[in-house]
């Protein structure tokens, strides 16, 4: 967006003066979040406001504009009173959440990044809130509302239309708790109990082992196959208070791991063989070592608590559910390290676990965990919260530590690794949240119960957030090793009645699928890969015969193409090249010849982009032409999308059993629909958009889709 495009408005500036005059550091590291902050001042970012800010902090007004330019949650234009904002990501795709899109889009006569014509109501589509386990999910002024329909969307926007045009937006930084302080949870949503009223948290889910009014014995039966050790106090304490947690109290871990020696601890951690649990797999210990052997004293450590893959959500449930647990897992790897400070890069996208964080860092504080002179033993830990701002690329480690300098988040080469050169050109450790909440488990009970489960490449457990066309969706922990089949077919009980399960993908945009004749793969690091997939952060989205695997793959490549930091020409051009070959071929007008360019451009790809993100986004791609060929040449040779979904390739018609109620021709979007009452109503096909909106309001089944 060039500045050209950015209204010229006249703000209050009072506001944002006494802000930047309060901020007790401006050092250009903290540009990020003085922009949220002036954010949630105006409800957007004014240019004046951006002029100001590089003039206070004394930086370029190109280095301030080009940030707030970069993360899609910075707006440069204001929103209407009320905000709709339809995820999109991998788990409400495949339940659904375009059809959500194009239902508001006909009601309220507008696309996504538009306002209506009064002001009351802005539309965005957005790439995911972790909410994986209720997909499809939207979020209307800050409150999520999980398995969203076409009618329940209509519903809820009739509402919005009719309510009163001076009710104000509320912010993101400012939502009250979605879960009450009263306990927290984790387990899967089952059909019969995923609505009940009395449920604390209607935006995940859930039956809880000691619910003894839980309606179905069958999942609480799976329940208990379980292995949890990293999530076994979730639902059992009041984790708001330090006291009362298994976190920082004095029978915890990190007291006898400062009475041993770094050395020591990173040897415990090596021989555990615990491995990054945030989607490489690199081993902890020996990054640690890697750390801590450089010449450079002052050493940063980061807890990567990003987790932007679309479909997994499981780092925000550990840290809403057990946050003294993950400051107890830096505490000691900053000791072993030698890091003296240590930042949590956490997505705004989760509040709730922002706001915990914050409570537990407050209360570890007071307790004198953190700090000056940790209880005694000399050793000094600051502890630092970033929020991010809403962009995938920086769940990379050196775009992450770029945003964490204040900077776009553009990945860089490697090598040095940040474990050599990092934060600030300081050695710096990245590991995610789950990597850090074992570490606690390993130093109190030692290596060989580790080892206990798990393989022999890859102990411990592993969480995994299920999720797509499945009957029971949520997270689950389960030893590393465990079959793709029991993951899906014994725990998340299958597809749906009527449906078949088609594929997994596994790793996020990054990652690959599993076909259902590979189901009984045991789930590690080298088996996934072998495939063509990869462990990824753990999110598990599945597919059924009604999902289009060849649209399946266009999604991802439209995903990482949007969400490339455009630094690297192969990422930047390859990937929009490679979709729009997708592209072609969903529209019918790809050949044979296209299959060939996608493997040649995946290939230089994978070779020469700048980062990890950008050397694997076009596993999606590969993997499925892997496996469901047959598809992609139906599109092109047939003509014909074997699931019914590429809209190109579908008509829609209205059979003769149809009633001449009218409803299809009164909720049409492009009014394409014409007839009279009681009789046949007619599609004009020359105009049809493919919008399904007719076959969604039918109530007696009269038009079909081929």
Request: hydrophobic fraction near 35%; charged fraction near 20%; include cysteine.
């Amino acid at each position: 967006m060039s500045s050209e495009s950015v209204p010229k408005v006249k703000i209050e500036i009072k506001p944002l003066t006494e802000l930047l005059q309060n901020w007790r550091d401006l050092k250009p590291r903290n540009l990020i979040a003085v922009l949220q902050r002036t954010q949630d001042i105006y409800g957007y970012l004014p240019m004046p406001a951006l002029d100001h800010i590089a003039q206070f902090m004394r930086v370029s007004q190109a280095r301030v504009f080009g940030v707030a330019t970069f993360y899609s949650q910075f707006r440069l234009k204001p929103l209407g009173v009320h905000l709709i904002q339809v995820c999109n990501g991998t788990a409400c795709n495949v339940k659904g959440s375009e059809a959500l899109l194009d239902e508001l889009v006909a009601i309220l006569g507008i696309r996504p990044g538009e306002t209506t014509e009064d002001g009351k109501i802005s539309l965005e589509q957005v790439t995911c809130i972790g909410a994986c386990g209720v997909a499809p999910a939207v979020v209307v002024d800050g409150e999520v509302h999980g398995r969203m329909t076409p009618k329940s969307i209509r519903k809820l926007a009739d509402n919005l239309l009719k309510a009163p045009t001076k009710k104000a937006r509320i912010p993101v930084a400012t939502l009250k708790d979605a879960v009450t302080d009263k306990k927290s949870f984790l387990s899967r949503c089952c059909d019969k109990c995923k609505n009940r009223e009395d449920s604390p948290c209607p935006e995940f889910l859930l039956c809880r082992l000691e619910d003894k009014s839980c309606h179905n014995d069958e999942i609480c039966q799976q329940y208990r196959q379980e292995l949890r050790r990293l999530v076994n106090h979730q639902g059992k304490q009041t984790i708001t208070k330090i006291a009362m947690c298994r976190g920082l109290t004095c029978d915890a871990a990190f007291g006898p791991a400062i009475q041993s020696t770094p050395t020591a601890i990173i040897e415990l951690i090596s021989e555990a063989g615990l491995r990054g649990r945030g989607g490489g797999g690199f081993p902890t210990g020996k990054k640690w070592a890697i750390v801590r052997a450089q010449k450079d004293n002052e050493r940063f450590l980061i807890c990567n608590a990003d987790e932007g893959d679309p479909g997994a959500f499981m780092d925000r449930s550990i840290l809403e559910g057990d946050p003294h647990r993950v400051l107890e897992g830096i505490l000691i790897g900053a000791y072993a390290i030698g890091a003296q400070h240590a930042f949590i890069y956490c997505r705004a996208e989760y509040p709730l676990a922002i706001r915990r964080l914050e409570i537990a860092i407050t209360q570890a504080r007071k307790y004198g965990l953190i700090g000056k002179n940790i209880l005694g033993s000399g050793i000094n830990l600051e502890i630092e919260i970033i929020q991010g701002a809403g962009a995938f690329v920086c769940g990379e480690e050196t775009a992450m530590i770029a945003s964490i300098e204040g900077k776009r988040g553009m990945a860089v080469n490697k090598p040095p690794y940040p474990a050599q050169d990092g934060f600030n050109h300081h050695p710096t450790c990245v590991n995610n949240v789950e990597t850090f909440a074992n570490i606690p488990l390993i130093v109190k009970n030692g290596a060989a119960w580790f080892r206990e489960v798990g393989t022999e490449k890859s102990p411990g457990t592993k969480i995994f957030s299920l999720s797509g066309k499945i009957r029971n969706t949520g997270l689950v922990e389960v030893p590393i090793g465990i079959t793709a089949h029991e993951l899906i077919h014994v725990i998340g009980g299958g597809a749906a009645e009527g449906s078949s399960i088609k594929a997994a993908q596994t790793g996020g945009p990054s990652g690959g699928c599993i076909p259902s004749d590979h189901m009984n793969v045991a789930i590690d690091y080298e088996n996934l890969r072998a495939i063509g997939s990869m462990m990824g952060s753990g999110g598990f989205v599945v597919t059924d015969s009604g999902t289009c695997m060849v649209a399946f793959a266009k999604f991802f490549l439209s995903f990482t193409q949007h969400e490339s930091c455009g630094k690297c020409i192969p990422c930047r051009e390859g990937t929009k090249r490679m979709l729009e070959i997708l592209e072609r071929i969903t529209d019918g007008k790809g050949t044979i010849s296209d299959l060939n360019k996608l493997k040649h451009l995946a290939a230089v790809i994978h070779r020469t982009s700048a980062c990890g993100l950008g050397q694997s986004a076009p596993n999606p791609v590969l993997s499925t032409i892997r496996y469901f060929e047959h598809e992609y040449l139906s599109h092109i040779n047939d003509l014909h999308c074997l699931a019914g979904v590429c809209k190109s390739l579908v008509t829609f018609r209205i059979l003769n059993n149809c009633r001449g109620c009218g409803l299809c021709a009164r909720y049409c979007p492009e009014q394409c629909i014409s007839g009279n009452k009681g009789e046949i109503y007619k599609i004009d096909h020359s105009r049809c958009t493919k919008c399904a909106q007719c076959q969604r309001v039918c109530p007696f089944g009269a038009v079909a889709r081929t």
